[in-house]
């Protein structure tokens, strides 16, 4: 039954509601009745016959004032329309450039892009996270698309930038410029400007955000990002930027879409051809021959960077009389990618037999020195040349202009005293190692905490460059000696540079006491980028495997990022054997001891068995399915048999936490993630404890990640999941059940031609990463997939935003061994939530859904009320995923039947979540 004050108040906020929008439409209403009353005397007294046969009196006055009114309402319509046109006239001069059309369909991700754009007002910003040099490839024809739109996109190249500028400014003055210089009216260009900024039609592009400070360390470089684009949205101008992983501001009101490197080695191997052709290079079948051998290393070179550099190595070789075919094959002759790209650097930039004494090499290396030592990436030529020795002010002009003609600097500026800036920031690092060697004076006063990337990258640079650089198998000793003695203030990152370094020349790395010491202080002082970089590079080495994992267990399971636990479980999967042999005892132990061990949620607040055992065995649950497909044989087996054991011990019976077994179902789908669709007719290992696991959860959570995780696996395992779904699943697993079956039926019908891919469709209606969508956006999500992720994370974090109240509230008493009924309340209220088949009435009556902010729950699940004001459980959902979820759900649900869940209604609550 309907409680009183809950229909009060969606009464009270209907009327609200209506309030306002008669507020508007009275105020319409007003003006139109005015101007109807104003056009109607006018009207009257220029058509009266009676005032044109009179000369005294009112009328004849009112038809003076109405020719008067007609005469100032023609000269203001002329005036009008002359300004319509003028603005007209300059927008279409400054659009003229993008009018042309489009060469081919456009790609997926400019569809969505366009779609993301323009769907809602106010208009949405996006951040696009991909490798610096796609943003051409990802947008070269976005503006013409959204010119087409009817939108005005406005480019602004930031490469320049090394300290916070406001963007808006810079998009002003780049829109300003490119119209002046065609009407040659800057003030009418800048009218142009606001007026369109006004009514929401500009666009910015963002540009070269890579580039941005580039010599500084990278928490500045991300800073100044963050800033740049705050901007932005502090003025309300929508844009599109792209930047790499690792300077990507996280900023709540921009969604943000990760575009990943794909690559197909024959067509970069026909792109290697076409740049060798291009370069003169004879073509001829022992050419081919040896490009075919370079592209089948197991460590190819694919990075198109990369690839033109290999192609002016061919060509100089070629000059220095050595044949074609045998310069590819020496090229390509170092099986480690990062050796072989390191040598590609030196002989293009220092020449086919790079000799240290030469002028080049001396001029490289001063500048490499003082670009590093003043983090700048752009240096001064009389800076430059105070660096040399006198005399050598002409030989330092000589290599200038060897090295501009190389690519390695470019020359910009007043050519009296220009200014010398790096072609790319791996030509600076090279420049460093060249400069710096392995002095250990000059390196003391470079490796400091915050070191910038390319000083650590130059520090790799050098050590593979020297022959005594990796004498040591040990980071520590390797630091020790450059760093002079002073180990204090080590970093993450040159750990990382050291090891990599040691990992490149074919040593591998001590990580014995001392060196397991220096990692843990550096890893404790380091942000997450550093230590993400550190997982990325680790090696399959038993110590690393130990220490990995006791990162994702207490007391640092707490301490460290859900991002960076799901990444360090990821790597200890990919090492194999080496970590099976290293934890499998250990995660035996943890099942053995769960078998005495209370693990109910009440138990999470009175005993220490949650601590002991439950979270250890949770972050095993995420790593145990994706290690089983990397095992064979008997370790294969007996991987498979422990996850089995902890499937029984997770699903005991109902007094176990159902975040136990909704950890084991997210290590399942993390587990066919990393498998990819591709993979789908290879029955993964793990696919019948899937289903058993799928057969006896209690949570619709796991039910829905198991789901998911199936379509993802094979036809056999969807199959199986659909048909449990179909056995009165709750709503939400029904919905994802029907998303997957649209998903898979899309990826397999998908023309291998069409320019997407099937991971990519997939994505559409399967998030692979619940937390990273929610604070992505969920941009790639359709609108189905999105609703779903927010109806279900909403009722995730109303569960545990419960049982967080009740655990404050048990803190608050003093922690003692019993709890109380309100306390076990709110514990309940969690577990039913999880539990239970149907929905709380707050997510599926209208009225409810509207007033769930406002009163207090009226439903045995206890949920909502206006507690939810403040934060909820433990996923952040960012306003830019709030605003989508706004749009997104009053959309038609993907299932057939009876409407499963409120719609519209919802609406209103994801506007009050964004404000």
Same mark, same amino acid.
């Given at each position: ?15 609200t509601?209506l ?9 319409v209403?007003l003006v139109g009745?005015?101007a109807?009353?104003l056009l ?16 005294k009196?009112?009328?004849?006055? %009112?038809?003076d ?8 309402a023609?000269?203001?319509l ?8 003028r603005?007209?006239?300059a ?6 450039p993008y ?12 569809r969505e892009?366009l779609?993301?754009?323009?769907a ?20 070269g024809?976005?503006?013409r698309l ?8 406005v480019?602004?190249?930031m ?19 490119r119209l ?21 039609k500009i ?8 580039l ?13 990002i963050?800033?740049?684009l705050?901007s932005?949205?502090e003025?309300r ?8 992983d ?6 709540s009101?921009?969604a ?8 197909e080695?024959p067509a ?24 075919r051998?370079?592209?089948a290393?197991?460590?190819p ?5 990369y ?16 044949e074609?075919?045998?310069a590819v094959?020496?090229?390509?002759a170092?099986?480690r ?13 220092l020449?086919p037999?790079p ?5 080049v090499?001396?001029s490289?290396?001063?500048l ?26 002409l ?8 090295l ?19 072609a790319?920031?791996?030509?600076l ?6 400069? %710096?060697?392995?002095?250990?004076h000059?390196?003391?006063d470079l ?10 990258r ?11 650089g990796?004498?040591?198998a ?7 000696r ?5 180990t204090?203030?080590m970093?993450?990152?040159m750990i990382t540079?050291v090891?990599?370094a ?10 014995g ?5 220096a990692?843990d ?6 942000t997450d ?15 690393l495997v130990?220490y990995?994992?006791?990162q994702?267990?207490?007391?640092r ?7 960076l ?12 054997a ?9 995660w035996?132990e943890?099942v053995?001891?769960g078998d ?15 601590v002991?055992?439950a ?17 064979s044989?008997d ?8 996850i ?13 936490d159902?975040?136990?077994e909704?950890?084991l179902a997210?290590?399942?789908k993390?587990a066919?993630?990393a498998?990819g669709?591709a993979?789908?007719?290879i029955e ?14 209690r949570s ?5 990640v198991?789901?998911q995780?199936?379509?993802?696996a ?11 779904a179909?056995?009165g ?6 919905e994802?059940?029907a998303?997957a079956?649209?998903a898979r039926?899309?990826a ?11 991971e990519?469709i ?6 692979f990463?619940?937390v ?10 359709s609108?189905e997939a ?6 279900s ?22 922690a003692p ?12 209220a969690?577990?039913r939530?999880?539990?239970?088949t149907?929905l ?5 009556s209208?009225?409810?859904?509207a ?14 009320g ?15 995923f709030a605003?989508?979820a ?11 039947g009876?409407?499963p ?11 009050r979540?964004?404000?």
């Open positions: 039954m309907r409680s009183p004050r809950r229909s009060w108040v969606r009464l009270r906020t209907a009327l509601d309030g306002e929008d008669l507020n508007r439409f009275t105020s209403l009745l005015a109807g009353v109607a005397i006018v009207w009257w007294g220029a058509a009266s016959a009676q005032a044109s046969a009179q000369t009196g009112f009328l004849p006055l %009112l038809q004032q109405a020719v008067s009114a007609i005469t100032l023609i000269i203001g002329a005036a009008w329309l002359g300004f319509r046109l603005f007209r006239d927008k279409s001069r400054y659009l003229r009018r042309r059309a489009v060469g081919a369909a456009p790609d997926p991700l400019l892009i779609d993301h754009l323009t809602v007002r106010p208009r949405r910003s996006l951040l696009v996270i991909a490798e610096s040099d796609r943003f051409p490839e990802l947008t024809d976005l503006p959204l010119a087409r739109r009817g939108l005005v996109p480019v602004v190249d490469s320049d930038v090394d300290s916070p500028v406001r963007v808006p400014a810079r998009s002003r003055e780049a829109f300003v410029a002046a210089s065609a009407t040659g009216d800057e003030a009418r260009a800048q009218r142009v400007f606001t007026r369109e900024a006004d009514r929401g666009v910015v592009l963002v540009a070269g955000l890579d941005v400070a580039e010599a500084k360390p990278r928490a500045a470089r991300r800073a100044i963050e800033e740049l705050r932005c949205v003025e101008l929508p844009f599109v930027a792209a930047v790499s690792e300077l990507a501001p996280r900023i009101e921009v943000s879409v990760r575009v990943s490197r794909t690559y080695l970069l191997r026909e792109d290697f051809r076409a740049r060798l052709v291009d370069r003169g290079v004879p073509y001829d079948p022992a050419v081919e021959a040896a490009v051998y370079a592209f290393l197991r460590d070179s694919t990075d198109p960077w690839l033109e550099r290999a192609a002016d190595a061919v060509l100089m070789r070629m000059r220095a009389g050595a074609p075919d045998r094959r020496d090229l390509f170092e099986p990618s990062f050796v072989r790209h390191l040598g590609w650097l030196r002989e293009t930039a020449g037999d000799d240290a004494d030469s002028a090499a001396r490289l290396s001063a490499g020195r003082l670009a590093h030592h003043r983090q700048e990436v752009t240096i001064r030529w009389r800076d430059a040349a105070a660096q040399l020795p006198p005399g050598d002010e030989a330092f002009a000589a290599a200038v202009s060897t501009t003609r190389r690519g390695v600097i470019i020359l910009a500026g007043d050519m009296s005293d220009p200014e010398l800036r790096f790319h920031l791996d030509y690092a090279l420049a460093g190692a060249l400069g %710096l060697g392995l002095d250990p000059a390196w003391a490796l400091t905490v915050g070191v910038p990337t390319t000083t650590a130059a520090l790799t640079a050098a050590l593979l460059l020297h022959p005594d990796v004498a040591e040990s980071f520590l000793a390797v630091l020790s450059l760093k002079r003695g002073e204090r203030d970093s993450l990152d540079a090891v990599l040691l990992r490149q020349s074919g040593v591998r790395p001590a990580f006491e001392p060196e397991i010491a990692l202080r550096a890893w404790r002082a380091a980028q550093s230590r993400l970089l550190f997982v990325a590079e680790t090696d399959h080495q038993a110590e130990r990995l994992w006791r994702v267990v207490p007391p399971f707490h301490v460290n990022s859900y991002r636990r799901r990444a360090i479980c990821a790597r200890l999967a990919r090492m194999g080496v970590a099976w042999r290293q934890l499998a005892d250990p035996r943890l053995a001891g005495g061990a209370d693990l109910s949620a009440l138990a999470r607040l009175t005993r220490t068995d949650w002991r055992v979270l250890p065995l949770a972050s095993a649950s995420w790593i145990l399915p994706s290690l089983a497909d990397r095992l044989g370790e294969q087996r007996e991987c498979v048999a422990l089995g054991r902890v499937r029984t011990l997770f699903t005991a019976g109902d007094h176990v159902p975040g136990l909704i950890s997210e290590g399942v993390f066919a993630v498998r669709f993979a789908r007719g993964p290992a793990w696919l019948d404890e899937a289903k058993q696991l799928l057969a006896v959860v619709w959570t796991s039910e829905q198991l789901c995780a199936m379509a993802l094979t036809a056999d395992g969807f199959t199986f999941a659909a048909r449990h179909a056995k699943a709750h709503p939400f697993v029904r994802a059940v998303l079956q649209r039926r899309a397999i019908d998908a023309s291998p031609g069409a320019g997407t891919s099937r990519w997939i994505t559409r209606d399967i998030w990463d619940d990273a969508a929610l604070e992505d956006g969920g941009f790639h999500l609108p999105h609703r779903l992720l927010a109806l994370t909403l009722l995730i974090d109303l569960a545990e935003g419960s049982h967080d109240a009740a655990a404050r509230e048990h803190a608050a008493a003093g061994a019993g709890v109380s009924a309100a306390v076990a309340r709110g514990v309940a969690r577990e939530a999880f539990t239970s149907d709380p009435r707050c997510l599926v209208s009225t409810h859904a007033t769930m902010l406002d009163v207090d729950c009226d439903c045995a699940f206890d949920l909502c206006r507690r939810m004001a403040g934060p909820l459980g433990l996923r952040h959902i960012s306003k830019a605003r989508r706004e749009v997104t759900a009053g959309r038609r649900p993907a299932q057939r009876r409407r869940f409120a719609r519209r209604a919802l609406a209103h609550l994801w506007q979540w964004d404000n």
